[in-house]
């Protein structure tokens, strides 16, 4: 799919005399991310903890919770930690349930009144229901619960627990509700009149506040508890915050570096054995390694099985019971693989000629509510036009939506509220449930007549915002060393783009199974030659010749081969010069 290049305004000779020490593609770099101050860019590229992170203490709410937490504690209370189903969620309530395990021990607490639960994605729900309450109450005995990533929008049962002799305490960063849950302690970055700073935590950045106050409470009442312990918890945090798309900005990149470095040497046996089935290696793990070979895994067992699974390998403490809990993991990520690409083919098969749509709907009976998401994120990849996909069981529907740029979709959703049973989102990723074929059909309607109504042609063209255009010239080792500081990469902080024209093609293959990866020798004007590498683009082959000459956007990247470090370029996008 053609897609348009914008490629940054080069920064003026003004710009770079006011810092005139600094290389200026790096200073380009800096600037098209927002940091114009030499403190903002030592905060960037020098990221301090204590500087940089803000205290559990600022979060107006946060002293009641910790003393409420403690209460239960010291009367002997059933605390039960109550998550979502999803990476943030699992992961979140590990973070909580590892704190409050190592509190117990330290303090003498009884450690068997800590409990946990996580509904089931499709039989129960997103969020805590009037009936978990009732179970928690009149089962587990529960007399306060922590949720965690949900809980914002759960009043009713918030109410419920409140009259059935619980409290709550909320941890959470979903969107505000009309009715807040007043009668929990709320911890919540985005309540009206909360003035804790980050307001783009995950669900796992509460609880990790949270947990930090816990131990901070604990170390006062003379718990022998290392000062910074907590930070233990940030490999939990790096996971999270990857998985949940927040952005990488702030003091979110800063959780997230020092989450990686934890990461990297975890003391978590589940984690440790999830990476040995992953083919992952310690010490090189990345927001890629997190968003592709570990995230994956723990999200699969919600969409497949039960999260519960994901949860009991986090928090286990038995080297062989961690062993056989991961490999259960990678067993289910198989089969999730193998489900979502079967699905992907029959939606795919629905969607014969997508030529001036605006909106792409796709149903069918018996597809799992816990694949929807992935399938409609793999359909906007490939067509980039807003699409739902739908499962169905009887006259039920439920369904996915995955955006573009500009199109908020859950606004869409709002549009046909009054025929829709549930729904939420974000912009660019929303969900709803409908029963009756009569009232999925007529919110579909208005869903697409807003779509079209919104939508413009020009917005349905993908783009690549591109940092700067280098030649080859200027690419070498001490670039590679000063682009490692602008990690970790994700959402908020891309991996820098550089785009280098009229270089010429010395050599070309597929490679990989079927040929689909492209491999190309280029060469620039001045005769340096720069070894590329570009994934799902081997249909290139038919196209190219020896010697055209083509227009490139690419990464920098290092491949290491046999003991030997070479500088290559990860192909993005790719034009014959003739044709730009």
Known sequence: MSKRWLIADSITEEIQKMFPDMDRVILQLLWNRGHKTQEAIDIYLNPDWDRDTYSPSLFTQMPQAVARLFEAFEQGQVITVHGDYDADGVCGSAVLLTTLREIARACGFDETKITSYIPHREKEGYGLSLSTVEHLSFEFHTKLIITVDCGISNKLAIDRAKELGIDTIVCD????????????????????????????????????????????????????????QEKWLLDLVAIATVTDVMPLTAENRVLEKFGLV????????????????????????????????????????????????????????????????????????????????????????QLNDVQGQSLLVVVQEGWGAGLLGLVAGKLLNEHYIPVFVVGKEGDHYVGSGRSIEGFDITQALHQASAFLDKFGGHPQACGFSVTSEERFIKAIEIIKAFAAQQIQPEMLEPSLLVDREILFEDIGWDLINNLERFAPYGTGNPIPLFVSRNVKVVSFSGVGKEGTHLKLRLQSNFGKIMEAIGFHLGDWTQRLSFGCLLDVVYELQINEWNGRREIQLRLIDLKKTEET
Not at 216 to 228: M, P, W, Y
Not at 311 to 330: F, N, S, Y
């Open 262 to 349: 934890v990461l990297n040497k975890t003391r978590r046996i589940g984690i440790q054995k999830l990476l040995e089935v992953a083919g992952a290696t310690m010490g090189e793990l990345d927001t890629v390694s997190v968003g592709f070979q570990i995230g994956p895994r723990i999200n699969a067992a919600g969409r497949m099985t039960h999260a519960k699974q994901a949860l009991e390998l986090l928090i286990e403490e038995d080297e062989t019971h961690a062993t056989q809990l991961a490999l259960k993991l990678h067993e289910i990520n198989v089969e999730r693989q193998k489900a979502s690409q079967a699905m992907y083919v029959e939606a795919k098969a």
């Open 173 to 228: 960063h979903h969107a505000i509700p009309q009715d807040l849950p007043e009668s929990a302690f709320l911890i919540h970055p985005l309540v009206p009149g909360e003035v804790f700073p980050n307001k783009q935590l995950c669900g796992t950045g509460v609880a990790f506040k949270f947990a930090s106050a816990l131990f901070e409470e604990a170390r006062k009442r003379g718990a022998s508890l290392a000062i910074g």
